[in-house]
């Protein structure tokens, strides 16, 4: 695996910027901001705006979006990874008890 795709959203309400609003603040939000990065890259992959976003929040956020994914990635990195752990362990636990010795 090279890289995950990450979503996370953020939304404008009363003029403050939400990070991964719930369903009652994303409903009660002026504007919904979802965006897509590529973590490794840092590339934005996707990004849309639902309703108007002032020009002035806009960079505001983008940021706080990034950084939604950002932490987002490291989480499911973190599980990813000890998952493949348990994973390997496992599997060389199960071939070396399966394995019929050899005599010389």
Same mark, same amino acid.
């Given at each position: 695996m090279r890289d995950l795709v990450i979503s996370c959203g953020a939304s404008y309400v009363d003029g403050h910027c939400l990070v991964d609003p719930c369903?009652?603040?994303?409903?009660?939000?002026?504007?919904?901001?979802?965006? %897509?990065?590529?973590? +490794?890259?840092?590339?934005?992959?996707? %990004? +849309? %705006?639902?309703?108007?976003?002032?020009?002035?929040?806009?960079?505001?956020?983008?940021?706080?979006?990034?950084?939604?994914?950002? +932490?987002?990635?490291? %989480?499911?990195?973190?599980?990813?990874m000890e998952h493949a752990s348990a994973m390997l362990q496992s599997s060389a636990g199960v071939s070396s008890a399966g394995a019929v010795p050899t005599t010389s």
């Open positions: 369903w009652m603040e994303e409903s009660a939000a002026g504007a919904s901001f979802p965006v %897509t990065i590529s973590p +490794q890259s840092g590339k934005i992959v996707h %990004t +849309q %705006t639902i309703s108007r976003v002032p020009i002035t929040a806009v960079e505001g956020l983008l940021e706080l979006a990034r950084k939604g994914c950002m +932490q987002i990635h490291e %989480t499911i990195r973190s599980v990813v």
